[in-house]
Protein backbone atom coordinates (compact mmCIF):
# COMPACT_ATOMS: atom_id res chain seq x y z
CA UNK A 1 0.00 0.00 0.00
CA UNK A 2 1.32 3.31 -1.29
CA UNK A 3 2.08 5.66 2.04
CA UNK A 4 0.38 8.80 2.13
CA UNK A 5 2.03 11.81 1.48
CA UNK A 6 1.62 13.36 5.01
CA UNK A 7 1.41 10.29 6.85
CA UNK A 8 -2.38 9.74 6.44
CA UNK A 9 -4.40 6.86 5.67
CA UNK A 10 -4.23 6.72 1.87
CA UNK A 11 -8.13 7.97 1.43
CA UNK A 12 -7.32 11.17 3.12
CA UNK A 13 -4.58 11.66 1.90
CA UNK A 14 -5.82 11.29 -2.05
CA UNK A 15 -8.64 13.66 -0.83
CA UNK A 16 -5.74 15.75 0.06
CA UNK A 17 -4.20 15.80 -2.89
CA UNK A 18 -7.61 15.92 -4.70
CA UNK A 19 -8.59 19.35 -3.40
CA UNK A 20 -5.14 20.75 -3.56
CA UNK A 21 -5.43 20.23 -7.17
CA UNK A 22 -8.91 21.60 -7.59
CA UNK A 23 -8.00 24.79 -5.52
CA UNK A 24 -4.56 24.42 -7.77
CA UNK A 25 -6.44 24.74 -11.18
CA UNK A 26 -8.80 27.11 -10.21
CA UNK A 27 -6.05 29.89 -9.05
CA UNK A 28 -4.10 28.98 -11.99
CA UNK A 29 -6.56 29.72 -14.06
CA UNK A 30 -7.69 32.89 -12.94
CA UNK A 31 -4.08 33.99 -12.32
CA UNK A 32 -3.50 33.10 -16.17
CA UNK A 33 -6.49 34.74 -17.69
CA UNK A 34 -5.34 37.77 -16.15
CA UNK A 35 -1.97 37.36 -16.94
CA UNK A 36 -2.41 36.64 -20.37
CA UNK A 37 -5.01 39.56 -20.61
CA UNK A 38 -2.09 42.41 -19.17
CA UNK A 39 0.34 41.09 -21.55
CA UNK A 40 -2.00 41.18 -24.47
CA UNK A 41 -2.76 44.21 -23.55
CA UNK A 42 0.91 44.87 -23.87
CA UNK A 43 1.00 43.71 -26.89
CA UNK A 44 -1.40 45.94 -28.17
CA UNK A 45 -0.30 48.94 -26.61
CA UNK A 46 -2.74 49.01 -24.18
CA UNK A 47 -3.06 48.48 -20.19
CA UNK A 48 -5.46 45.91 -19.70
CA UNK A 49 -7.71 45.28 -16.72
CA UNK A 50 -6.84 47.67 -14.14
CA UNK A 51 -9.87 49.26 -11.80
CA UNK A 52 -10.92 46.04 -9.90
CA UNK A 53 -8.40 46.25 -7.31
CA UNK A 54 -5.14 46.88 -7.42
CA UNK A 55 -3.59 46.90 -10.90
CA UNK A 56 -6.80 44.97 -12.14
CA UNK A 57 -6.08 41.81 -9.94
CA UNK A 58 -9.40 40.95 -8.74
CA UNK A 59 -10.75 40.77 -12.22
CA UNK A 60 -10.73 37.48 -12.74
CA UNK A 61 -12.21 37.01 -9.20
CA UNK A 62 -15.00 39.39 -10.63
CA UNK A 63 -15.84 37.62 -13.58
CA UNK A 64 -16.17 34.49 -12.14
CA UNK A 65 -18.57 35.55 -9.96
CA UNK A 66 -20.32 36.86 -12.74
CA UNK A 67 -20.42 33.82 -14.26
CA UNK A 68 -21.55 31.90 -11.93
CA UNK A 69 -24.47 34.11 -10.98
CA UNK A 70 -25.57 33.84 -14.83
CA UNK A 71 -28.36 32.26 -15.85
CA UNK A 72 -27.66 28.48 -17.04
CA UNK A 73 -29.50 28.49 -20.01
CA UNK A 74 -30.47 25.56 -22.12
CA UNK A 75 -32.08 25.87 -25.81
CA UNK A 76 -35.07 23.80 -26.15
CA UNK A 77 -33.65 21.58 -29.27
CA UNK A 78 -30.32 21.30 -26.91
CA UNK A 79 -30.37 17.09 -26.44
CA UNK A 80 -29.99 17.49 -22.69
CA UNK A 81 -27.52 14.82 -22.01
CA UNK A 82 -24.93 15.51 -24.64
CA UNK A 83 -25.50 19.21 -23.68
CA UNK A 84 -25.39 19.05 -19.92
CA UNK A 85 -22.61 16.77 -19.68
CA UNK A 86 -20.23 18.04 -22.47
CA UNK A 87 -18.39 20.41 -20.40
CA UNK A 88 -17.52 17.97 -17.56
CA UNK A 89 -16.05 15.52 -20.58
CA UNK A 90 -14.09 18.33 -21.27
CA UNK A 91 -12.75 19.46 -17.62
CA UNK A 92 -12.58 16.37 -16.08
CA UNK A 93 -9.85 14.96 -18.41
CA UNK A 94 -7.57 18.27 -18.05
CA UNK A 95 -7.99 17.76 -14.77
CA UNK A 96 -6.72 14.21 -14.46
CA UNK A 97 -3.64 15.71 -16.50
CA UNK A 98 -2.34 17.06 -13.45
CA UNK A 99 -2.25 13.67 -11.54
CA UNK A 100 1.32 13.39 -13.80
CA UNK A 101 2.46 17.04 -13.96
CA UNK A 102 5.83 17.36 -12.46
CA UNK A 103 5.92 19.85 -10.30
CA UNK A 104 8.71 18.52 -8.25
CA UNK A 105 10.85 15.86 -7.26
CA UNK A 106 8.30 13.87 -5.12
CA UNK A 107 5.73 15.94 -5.22
CA UNK A 108 3.68 14.63 -8.49
CA UNK A 109 0.15 13.48 -7.08
CA UNK A 110 1.38 9.90 -8.55
CA UNK A 111 4.53 9.08 -10.46
CA UNK A 112 3.09 6.78 -13.26
CA UNK A 113 5.68 4.14 -15.04
CA UNK A 114 3.47 4.87 -18.35
CA UNK A 115 3.01 8.51 -17.28
CA UNK A 116 3.52 9.88 -20.99
CA UNK A 117 0.97 7.29 -22.12
CA UNK A 118 -1.45 8.32 -19.68
CA UNK A 119 -0.99 12.00 -20.45
CA UNK A 120 -1.95 11.33 -24.02
CA UNK A 121 -4.69 9.17 -23.10
CA UNK A 122 -6.09 11.61 -20.91
CA UNK A 123 -5.68 14.25 -22.39
CA UNK A 124 -7.50 13.42 -25.78
CA UNK A 125 -10.72 12.40 -23.91
CA UNK A 126 -11.40 16.18 -23.64
CA UNK A 127 -12.37 15.93 -27.40
CA UNK A 128 -15.46 13.88 -26.96
CA UNK A 129 -16.72 16.56 -24.71
CA UNK A 130 -16.08 19.33 -27.31
CA UNK A 131 -17.82 17.06 -30.18
CA UNK A 132 -20.79 16.91 -27.11
CA UNK A 133 -20.79 20.18 -26.62
CA UNK A 134 -21.34 20.87 -30.48
CA UNK A 135 -23.40 18.20 -30.63
CA UNK A 136 -26.19 18.14 -28.22
CA UNK A 137 -25.85 22.13 -28.70
CA UNK A 138 -28.18 22.18 -31.85
CA UNK A 139 -26.43 25.12 -33.15
CA UNK A 140 -24.79 25.27 -36.36
CA UNK A 141 -21.73 26.99 -35.26
CA UNK A 142 -21.22 24.65 -32.32
CA UNK A 143 -21.52 21.65 -34.45
CA UNK A 144 -18.99 23.05 -37.20
CA UNK A 145 -16.98 23.99 -34.73
CA UNK A 146 -17.07 20.76 -32.53
CA UNK A 147 -16.45 18.81 -35.94
CA UNK A 148 -13.10 21.15 -36.43
CA UNK A 149 -11.44 20.90 -32.95
CA UNK A 150 -12.17 16.30 -33.86
CA UNK A 151 -10.45 16.73 -37.02
CA UNK A 152 -8.20 19.27 -35.36
CA UNK A 153 -7.03 17.58 -32.31
CA UNK A 154 -6.95 13.91 -34.90
CA UNK A 155 -4.23 15.25 -36.75
CA UNK A 156 -2.38 16.76 -34.41
CA UNK A 157 -2.28 14.06 -31.76
CA UNK A 158 -0.25 12.30 -34.14
CA UNK A 159 3.02 14.92 -34.37
CA UNK A 160 2.55 15.34 -30.67
CA UNK A 161 3.03 11.84 -30.14
CA UNK A 162 5.91 10.98 -32.05
CA UNK A 163 7.38 13.53 -30.81
CA UNK A 164 6.85 13.00 -27.46
CA UNK A 165 8.09 9.43 -28.26
CA UNK A 166 11.30 10.58 -29.24
CA UNK A 167 11.67 12.52 -26.25
CA UNK A 168 11.00 9.07 -24.08
CA UNK A 169 13.49 7.23 -26.58
CA UNK A 170 16.38 9.30 -25.59
CA UNK A 171 15.37 9.01 -21.41
CA UNK A 172 14.04 5.20 -22.13
CA UNK A 173 10.98 5.11 -20.36
CA UNK A 174 7.87 6.89 -20.45
CA UNK A 175 7.99 7.79 -16.89
CA UNK A 176 7.71 11.41 -16.73
CA UNK A 177 9.61 12.03 -13.39
CA UNK A 178 12.32 10.16 -14.88
CA UNK A 179 12.51 11.73 -17.85
CA UNK A 180 12.69 15.27 -16.08
CA UNK A 181 15.72 13.08 -14.00
CA UNK A 182 18.18 12.69 -17.27
CA UNK A 183 18.33 15.78 -18.07
CA UNK A 184 20.58 16.66 -15.27
CA UNK A 185 23.33 17.80 -17.12
CA UNK A 186 22.15 18.82 -20.73
CA UNK A 187 17.97 19.23 -21.56
CA UNK A 188 16.19 17.31 -24.16
CA UNK A 189 15.97 20.80 -25.91
CA UNK A 190 19.11 20.18 -26.81
CA UNK A 191 19.29 16.46 -27.98
CA UNK A 192 15.92 17.33 -29.70
CA UNK A 193 15.29 20.67 -31.17
CA UNK A 194 13.10 19.36 -33.69
CA UNK A 195 10.87 17.61 -31.50
CA UNK A 196 10.53 20.56 -29.02
CA UNK A 197 9.34 22.62 -31.97
CA UNK A 198 6.85 20.07 -33.51
CA UNK A 199 5.66 19.18 -30.10
CA UNK A 200 5.14 23.10 -29.37
CA UNK A 201 3.10 23.74 -32.46
CA UNK A 202 1.59 20.53 -31.86
CA UNK A 203 0.06 21.50 -28.19
CA UNK A 204 -0.32 24.88 -29.51
CA UNK A 205 -3.19 22.96 -31.83
CA UNK A 206 -4.01 20.82 -29.02
CA UNK A 207 -4.88 23.81 -26.61
CA UNK A 208 -6.72 25.15 -29.57
CA UNK A 209 -4.74 28.22 -29.31
CA UNK A 210 -4.58 30.83 -31.66
CA UNK A 211 -2.90 30.53 -34.73
CA UNK A 212 -4.87 26.79 -34.63
CA UNK A 213 -8.01 28.51 -32.85
CA UNK A 214 -10.18 27.73 -35.87
CA UNK A 215 -12.78 25.33 -33.18
CA UNK A 216 -13.57 28.83 -31.41
CA UNK A 217 -12.16 31.29 -34.26
CA UNK A 218 -15.07 33.97 -33.20
CA UNK A 219 -14.81 35.40 -36.55
CA UNK A 220 -15.52 32.26 -38.45
CA UNK A 221 -17.47 30.07 -35.85
CA UNK A 222 -18.42 32.37 -33.22
CA UNK A 223 -16.83 30.45 -30.32
CA UNK A 224 -17.73 26.92 -31.98
CA UNK A 225 -18.54 24.86 -29.01
CA UNK A 226 -19.27 27.46 -26.40
CA UNK A 227 -22.19 29.63 -28.41
CA UNK A 228 -24.88 27.97 -26.35
CA UNK A 229 -23.46 27.82 -23.35
CA UNK A 230 -23.51 30.07 -20.47
CA UNK A 231 -22.81 30.96 -16.91
CA UNK A 232 -21.12 28.40 -14.56
CA UNK A 233 -21.19 25.46 -18.00
CA UNK A 234 -19.15 27.85 -19.90
CA UNK A 235 -16.45 28.93 -17.70
CA UNK A 236 -16.15 25.45 -17.07
CA UNK A 237 -14.57 25.47 -20.76
CA UNK A 238 -12.71 28.73 -20.00
CA UNK A 239 -11.15 27.05 -16.94
CA UNK A 240 -10.46 23.93 -18.85
CA UNK A 241 -8.84 25.67 -21.06
CA UNK A 242 -6.44 28.31 -19.07
CA UNK A 243 -5.96 24.92 -16.83
CA UNK A 244 -4.86 22.93 -19.99
CA UNK A 245 -2.55 25.59 -21.07
CA UNK A 246 -0.90 25.14 -17.52
CA UNK A 247 -0.52 21.99 -17.64
CA UNK A 248 0.87 21.71 -21.42
CA UNK A 249 3.43 24.49 -20.26
CA UNK A 250 4.29 22.42 -17.29
CA UNK A 251 4.73 19.45 -19.56
CA UNK A 252 7.02 20.74 -21.86
CA UNK A 253 9.41 22.50 -19.94
CA UNK A 254 9.63 18.39 -17.91
CA UNK A 255 10.52 16.93 -20.98
CA UNK A 256 12.09 19.40 -23.29
CA UNK A 257 13.71 22.15 -20.54
CA UNK A 258 14.73 20.19 -17.72
CA UNK A 259 11.86 21.38 -15.76
CA UNK A 260 13.23 20.95 -12.25
CA UNK A 261 16.10 19.08 -12.47
CA UNK A 262 17.55 21.46 -15.29
CA UNK A 263 20.31 23.23 -14.04
CA UNK A 264 21.05 22.64 -10.70
CA UNK A 265 20.16 18.95 -9.99
CA UNK A 266 17.81 17.36 -7.39
CA UNK A 267 19.96 18.73 -4.34
CA UNK A 268 18.09 21.96 -4.86
CA UNK A 269 14.94 22.37 -2.14
CA UNK A 270 12.02 21.26 -2.92
CA UNK A 271 10.10 24.60 -2.98
CA UNK A 272 12.90 26.22 -5.22
CA UNK A 273 12.46 23.29 -7.81
CA UNK A 274 8.79 24.45 -7.91
CA UNK A 275 10.11 27.94 -8.52
CA UNK A 276 11.92 26.62 -11.18
CA UNK A 277 9.59 24.47 -12.71
CA UNK A 278 7.12 27.18 -12.75
CA UNK A 279 9.67 30.14 -14.18
CA UNK A 280 10.40 27.63 -17.24
CA UNK A 281 6.60 27.32 -17.77
CA UNK A 282 5.70 30.92 -17.39
CA UNK A 283 8.40 31.63 -19.96
CA UNK A 284 6.45 29.02 -22.54
CA UNK A 285 3.11 30.39 -21.55
CA UNK A 286 4.82 33.88 -22.83
CA UNK A 287 5.75 32.48 -25.69
CA UNK A 288 1.97 31.30 -26.24
CA UNK A 289 0.34 34.39 -25.91
CA UNK A 290 3.30 35.97 -28.09
CA UNK A 291 2.54 33.95 -30.53
CA UNK A 292 -1.28 34.86 -30.32
CA UNK A 293 -0.73 38.52 -30.64
CA UNK A 294 1.64 38.02 -33.98
CA UNK A 295 0.44 35.32 -36.13
CA UNK A 296 -2.91 35.26 -37.59
CA UNK A 297 -5.50 32.14 -37.47
CA UNK A 298 -5.01 29.60 -40.48
CA UNK A 299 -7.08 28.35 -42.55
CA UNK A 300 -8.76 24.50 -42.30
CA UNK A 301 -7.02 23.22 -45.22
CA UNK A 302 -3.67 25.49 -44.34
CA UNK A 303 -3.80 23.51 -40.84
CA UNK A 304 -4.66 19.61 -41.68
CA UNK A 305 -2.03 20.37 -44.61
CA UNK A 306 0.40 21.34 -41.98
CA UNK A 307 -0.10 18.54 -39.36
CA UNK A 308 0.07 15.84 -42.52
CA UNK A 309 2.25 16.72 -44.99
CA UNK A 310 4.93 18.66 -42.89
CA UNK A 311 5.14 17.98 -39.16
CA UNK A 312 4.38 14.29 -39.13
CA UNK A 313 6.89 13.13 -42.00
CA UNK A 314 9.20 15.07 -39.82
CA UNK A 315 8.29 13.83 -36.36
CA UNK A 316 8.23 10.19 -38.11
CA UNK A 317 12.09 10.96 -39.55
CA UNK A 318 12.99 12.02 -36.04
CA UNK A 319 11.91 8.96 -34.46
CA UNK A 320 13.93 7.55 -37.37
CA UNK A 321 17.21 9.28 -36.50
CA UNK A 322 16.58 8.67 -33.01
CA UNK A 323 16.64 4.82 -33.54
CA UNK A 324 19.56 5.02 -35.53
CA UNK A 325 21.93 7.02 -33.21
CA UNK A 326 20.58 5.22 -30.24
CA UNK A 327 20.51 1.76 -31.25
CA UNK A 328 24.39 2.01 -33.43
CA UNK A 329 25.23 4.04 -30.64
CA UNK A 330 26.55 6.77 -32.30
CA UNK A 331 27.59 9.95 -30.79
CA UNK A 332 24.69 12.77 -28.98
CA UNK A 333 25.84 15.16 -31.01
CA UNK A 334 24.51 13.58 -34.31
CA UNK A 335 20.94 13.92 -32.62
CA UNK A 336 21.56 17.84 -32.13
CA UNK A 337 22.67 18.14 -35.72
CA UNK A 338 20.08 16.21 -37.33
CA UNK A 339 17.43 18.26 -35.13
CA UNK A 340 18.79 21.46 -36.19
CA UNK A 341 18.76 20.10 -40.15
CA UNK A 342 15.18 18.87 -39.37
CA UNK A 343 14.20 22.63 -37.52
CA UNK A 344 16.00 24.16 -41.00
CA UNK A 345 14.19 21.79 -43.39
CA UNK A 346 10.86 22.63 -41.35
CA UNK A 347 11.30 25.99 -41.48
CA UNK A 348 11.89 25.81 -45.18
CA UNK A 349 9.02 23.50 -45.87
CA UNK A 350 6.77 26.25 -43.94
CA UNK A 351 8.62 28.82 -45.84
CA UNK A 352 7.78 26.96 -49.10
CA UNK A 353 4.25 26.50 -48.14
CA UNK A 354 3.43 30.17 -47.20
CA UNK A 355 4.75 31.52 -50.69
CA UNK A 356 3.55 28.86 -53.12
CA UNK A 357 1.91 30.71 -55.96
CA UNK A 358 -1.63 31.22 -55.84
CA UNK A 359 -3.35 29.14 -58.65
CA UNK A 360 -4.34 31.40 -61.04
CA UNK A 361 -8.19 32.16 -61.43
CA UNK A 362 -8.15 30.51 -65.05
CA UNK A 363 -6.81 27.23 -63.66
CA UNK A 364 -9.43 26.97 -60.84
CA UNK A 365 -12.16 27.81 -63.28
CA UNK A 366 -11.26 25.38 -65.44
CA UNK A 367 -10.91 22.91 -62.49
CA UNK A 368 -14.18 23.52 -61.46
CA UNK A 369 -15.82 23.62 -65.02
CA UNK A 370 -14.09 19.83 -65.16
CA UNK A 371 -15.46 18.39 -61.75
CA UNK A 372 -19.39 19.93 -62.92
CA UNK A 373 -19.73 18.09 -65.76
CA UNK A 374 -18.50 15.06 -63.96
CA UNK A 375 -20.73 15.49 -61.52
CA UNK A 376 -23.40 16.16 -64.37
CA UNK A 377 -21.82 13.32 -66.31
CA UNK B 1 8.47 32.16 -42.39
CA UNK B 2 9.71 35.31 -42.76
CA UNK B 3 6.76 37.07 -42.54
CA UNK B 4 6.07 35.08 -39.17
CA UNK B 5 9.11 35.85 -37.79
CA UNK B 6 8.67 39.52 -38.51
CA UNK B 7 5.16 39.61 -37.17
CA UNK B 8 6.85 38.34 -33.72
CA UNK B 9 9.76 41.12 -34.04
CA UNK B 10 6.60 43.69 -34.45
CA UNK B 11 4.67 42.38 -31.22
CA UNK B 12 7.28 41.90 -29.50
CA UNK B 13 8.43 46.02 -30.03
CA UNK B 14 4.85 47.06 -29.40
CA UNK B 15 5.42 44.86 -25.95
CA UNK B 16 8.57 46.41 -25.30
CA UNK B 17 7.39 50.21 -25.65
CA UNK B 18 4.77 51.53 -22.72
CA UNK B 19 1.07 51.45 -23.67
CA UNK B 20 -0.58 54.27 -25.39
CA UNK B 21 -3.66 54.01 -23.50
CA UNK B 22 -4.09 56.57 -20.66
CA UNK B 23 -5.21 55.12 -16.86
CA UNK B 24 -7.69 58.31 -18.08
CA UNK B 25 -9.42 58.71 -14.62
CA UNK B 26 -6.38 59.23 -12.97
CA UNK B 27 -4.06 60.66 -15.78
CA UNK B 28 -5.55 63.44 -17.57
CA UNK B 29 -3.92 63.89 -20.63
CA UNK B 30 -2.93 67.19 -21.21
CA UNK B 31 -5.37 69.05 -23.88
CA UNK B 32 -4.62 70.72 -26.70
CA UNK B 33 -5.20 74.76 -26.48
CA UNK B 34 -8.07 74.47 -28.92
CA UNK B 35 -9.74 72.04 -27.49
CA UNK B 36 -13.42 72.54 -27.80
CA UNK B 37 -15.85 71.87 -25.15
CA UNK B 38 -18.73 74.00 -23.30
CA UNK B 39 -19.47 77.59 -24.33
CA UNK B 40 -18.03 79.96 -21.35
CA UNK B 41 -18.44 83.62 -20.86
CA UNK B 42 -15.05 85.42 -20.40
CA UNK B 43 -14.27 88.10 -17.67
CA UNK B 44 -12.91 91.09 -18.21
CA UNK B 45 -10.52 91.94 -15.43
CA UNK B 46 -9.46 95.28 -15.86
CA UNK B 47 -13.21 96.76 -15.29
CA UNK B 48 -14.41 93.16 -13.20
CA UNK B 49 -17.41 92.33 -15.26
CA UNK B 50 -18.40 90.10 -17.90
CA UNK B 51 -17.66 90.96 -21.27
CA UNK B 52 -20.79 90.05 -22.55
CA UNK B 53 -23.07 92.68 -23.77
CA UNK B 54 -26.34 90.82 -23.90
CA UNK B 55 -26.39 91.73 -27.80
CA UNK B 56 -28.58 88.21 -28.57
CA UNK B 57 -26.17 87.66 -31.66
CA UNK B 58 -25.50 84.19 -29.98
CA UNK B 59 -28.86 83.27 -29.17
CA UNK B 60 -29.54 83.91 -32.55
CA UNK B 61 -26.86 82.30 -34.24
CA UNK B 62 -27.17 78.89 -32.07
CA UNK B 63 -28.29 76.34 -34.48
CA UNK B 64 -29.62 74.28 -31.16
CA UNK B 65 -30.98 76.80 -29.29
CA UNK B 66 -29.33 76.18 -26.44
CA UNK B 67 -29.06 79.61 -25.08
CA UNK B 68 -31.55 82.44 -23.41
CA UNK B 69 -29.93 85.67 -22.95
CA UNK B 70 -31.12 88.85 -21.21
CA UNK B 71 -29.72 92.47 -20.90
CA UNK B 72 -29.99 95.42 -18.58
CA UNK B 73 -28.35 98.58 -18.34
CA UNK B 74 -24.91 98.75 -17.11
CA UNK B 75 -25.09 99.86 -13.49
CA UNK B 76 -20.82 100.61 -13.87
CA UNK B 77 -21.41 102.65 -16.90
CA UNK B 78 -19.43 106.24 -17.14
CA UNK B 79 -23.15 107.91 -17.08
CA UNK B 80 -23.87 106.70 -13.57
CA UNK B 81 -20.42 107.27 -12.43
CA UNK B 82 -19.13 103.37 -13.00
CA UNK B 83 -15.50 103.25 -14.60
CA UNK B 84 -16.97 100.71 -18.09
CA UNK B 85 -17.76 102.09 -21.22
CA UNK B 86 -20.46 99.14 -21.70
CA UNK B 87 -24.04 101.07 -21.78
CA UNK B 88 -25.56 97.77 -21.72
CA UNK B 89 -24.71 94.69 -19.91
CA UNK B 90 -26.09 90.86 -19.59
CA UNK B 91 -28.41 90.34 -16.96
CA UNK B 92 -28.92 86.98 -16.96
CA UNK B 93 -27.83 84.11 -19.31
CA UNK B 94 -28.54 80.47 -19.45
CA UNK B 95 -26.71 77.69 -21.72
CA UNK B 96 -28.25 73.91 -21.80
CA UNK B 97 -25.02 71.85 -21.65
CA UNK B 98 -27.81 69.07 -22.60
CA UNK B 99 -28.39 70.46 -25.91
CA UNK B 100 -25.30 72.47 -26.88
CA UNK B 101 -23.22 70.44 -29.64
CA UNK B 102 -20.36 72.18 -29.68
CA UNK B 103 -20.45 74.17 -33.07
CA UNK B 104 -18.27 77.30 -31.90
CA UNK B 105 -20.73 79.34 -33.71
CA UNK B 106 -21.31 81.34 -30.96
CA UNK B 107 -17.93 82.27 -30.72
CA UNK B 108 -17.90 83.19 -34.10
CA UNK B 109 -20.62 85.63 -34.31
CA UNK B 110 -19.65 87.38 -31.15
CA UNK B 111 -18.93 91.19 -31.48
CA UNK B 112 -16.91 91.24 -28.23
CA UNK B 113 -15.12 88.32 -28.07
CA UNK B 114 -17.37 87.60 -24.92
CA UNK B 115 -18.06 83.65 -25.26
CA UNK B 116 -15.30 81.30 -25.77
CA UNK B 117 -14.96 77.46 -26.43
CA UNK B 118 -13.62 75.93 -22.71
CA UNK B 119 -10.48 74.26 -23.35
CA UNK B 120 -9.92 72.13 -19.92
CA UNK B 121 -11.06 69.11 -18.71
CA UNK B 122 -13.38 70.71 -16.77
CA UNK B 123 -15.56 71.27 -19.67
CA UNK B 124 -15.77 67.53 -20.45
CA UNK B 125 -16.34 66.11 -17.30
CA UNK B 126 -19.84 67.10 -16.77
CA UNK B 127 -22.26 64.21 -16.04
CA UNK B 128 -24.29 65.07 -13.46
CA UNK B 129 -27.54 63.29 -11.95
CA UNK B 130 -30.22 65.41 -13.38
CA UNK B 131 -30.90 66.59 -16.51
CA UNK B 132 -31.74 70.53 -15.17
CA UNK B 133 -28.31 70.49 -13.72
CA UNK B 134 -26.97 71.13 -16.99
CA UNK B 135 -28.41 74.55 -17.73
CA UNK B 136 -25.95 76.47 -16.57
CA UNK B 137 -26.59 80.48 -15.56
CA UNK B 138 -24.67 83.23 -15.42
CA UNK B 139 -22.26 82.86 -12.52
CA UNK B 140 -22.00 79.15 -13.52
CA UNK B 141 -20.54 80.70 -16.74
CA UNK B 142 -18.38 82.54 -15.62
CA UNK B 143 -16.45 80.98 -12.80
CA UNK B 144 -13.54 80.24 -14.68
CA UNK B 145 -12.58 82.62 -16.45
CA UNK B 146 -13.11 85.49 -13.63
CA UNK B 147 -11.01 82.95 -11.77
CA UNK B 148 -8.18 82.48 -14.35
CA UNK B 149 -8.50 78.65 -15.03
CA UNK B 150 -8.95 78.91 -18.74
CA UNK B 151 -6.32 78.63 -20.62
CA UNK B 152 -4.22 81.46 -23.10
CA UNK B 153 -5.86 81.03 -26.68
CA UNK B 154 -9.12 81.44 -25.86
CA UNK B 155 -9.30 85.41 -27.79
CA UNK B 156 -9.19 88.00 -25.26
CA UNK B 157 -10.45 91.31 -26.19
CA UNK B 158 -7.69 93.75 -27.91
CA UNK B 159 -5.79 90.25 -28.86
CA UNK B 160 -6.30 89.27 -32.52
CA UNK B 161 -8.72 86.28 -32.90
CA UNK B 162 -7.87 84.30 -36.01
CA UNK B 163 -6.06 85.57 -38.71
Known amino acids: MPTGLFGLNPWLDGVIRLL ?56 RNADPWTFEFGPYLVFIPIFLGFVVSPFMAGFTVRVLDLGILYFVAVSSVSIVGWVMAGWGSDNRYAMIGGMRAAAQAISYELPFVL ?106 GIGWQLVLTV ?24 LMGYAWKILLPLSLLQVLVNGFVLVYDLPKLLLTAAGLGGVFLLVWLTEHAITRPRESR ?13 AAS | MRGIAKSMLTTLSVFLRPPVTRDYPNFHKPLPERDRAFPLLLWDKDIDEPFCTGCHACERACPVECMTVLMKDNPNHRSVGGSSTRRKIIDKFWIDYARCMRCN ?40 SHSGAIKEWVPVLGQANES
Not at chain 1, 40 to 45: E, I, P, T, V, W
Open chain 1, 279 to 302: IKASMLIFLIIWVRASVPRLRIDQ
Open chain 1, 20 to 75: IIVGLMTVVAMGLIYIERKVLGRFHARIGPQRTGPFGLLQSVADALKLVGKEDLRP
Open chain 2, 105 to 144: ICVEVCNFDAIAMNNTWSGHETSVYDRKDLVMDLQQLTTQ
Open chain 1, 362 to 374: ATAAATAATLQSE
Open chain 1, 163 to 268: SLLSVSMLAGTLNINEIVEAQTSVPNIVWQPLAFIIFFIAALAELNRPPFDIPVGESEVVGGPFVEYSGIRWSMFFLGEYASLFIMSILISALFLGGYEWPFGTQL
